[in-house]
């Protein structure tokens, strides 16, 4: 599958300089066709989610993360939106309330997990705590370095235990955002999307791209890879997600339960 190519090979270290904001790999058709792509997928990622509930013998958790206005929400809408809400979850992490505060920064991260037969898409995650956190200086180094290793090992866990786990990067440029910024901006029907806190972010660009190449190169595993998906273009973004996870859900080996006999049943 071409879309591997985004992958982020297990040990390396990523210079996200050199990974691309916009890409045709795997996609040769333009951009009418692409959009046309993301609805059959979404189509497909429905039909894939009944099987994966009559499975039942599966867990999946998909991780978004990126800076603001790449688009994390409309890939939520667009790419699993079709999908069945008694089967799905989303949980979007938010800056964390105090009571979580007081505890290590996995406690509310855990109980959102998928259960069996379930999807979850974590809109924010655990890796706030390496990303936020570490620009932002909410906890000094020396702690916050040592949690790219309990993240690894709470990620195996959850994999030794029957989770499929796929993680998003959503990469787009400086100046793509600076243009989504400003469109939300001159469009009052966006306003209420626009969080003064993004510009504050924003100017924190190169030390963020920073947190998220160590984030990367540290923590894609075999059992739960990074993909860097570039960004700049909306449909792209979506048709490269679709298909990683209609690739990911396909190779699960998903089945019908056995029907039970049903000779000789009459309904009156
Ligand atoms: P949004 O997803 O745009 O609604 O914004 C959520 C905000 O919560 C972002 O600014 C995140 O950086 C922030 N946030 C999420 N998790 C954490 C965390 N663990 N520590 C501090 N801030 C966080
Ligand atoms: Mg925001």
Known sequence: MSFEAFRVTPGTSVDLASWPTRSDVGWDRGKEEGKRRVEVLAARLAELQELFYADGGHRLL??????????KDSTIRDVFGRMNPQGV??????????RELAHDYLWRVHPHVPGD??????????YEDVLVVRVDGLAPEERWRKR???????????????????KFFIHISREEQ???????LDDPGKHWKFDPGDIETRKKWDDYMAAYAEMLGRTSTEFAPWYVIPGDRKWYRKL????????VMEGLGLEYPEAPDLDGVVIE
């Open 62 to 71: 998909a991780v978004l993360q990126a800076m603001d206005t790449a688009g």
């Open 89 to 98: 979850r989303v949980a979007s992490f938010k800056k964390p309330t105090a």
């Open 117 to 126: 037969g379930e999807i979850v898409i974590f809109n924010r995650s655990h």
């Open 148 to 166: 790219y290793d309990h993240i690894v090992e709470f990620e195996r866990m959850l994999s030794d235990e029957g989770t499929t786990i796929v």
């Open 178 to 184: 600076a243009e989504r910024l400003q469109a939300r």
């Open 240 to 247: 490269a997600i679709g298909e990683i996870v209609v690739g």
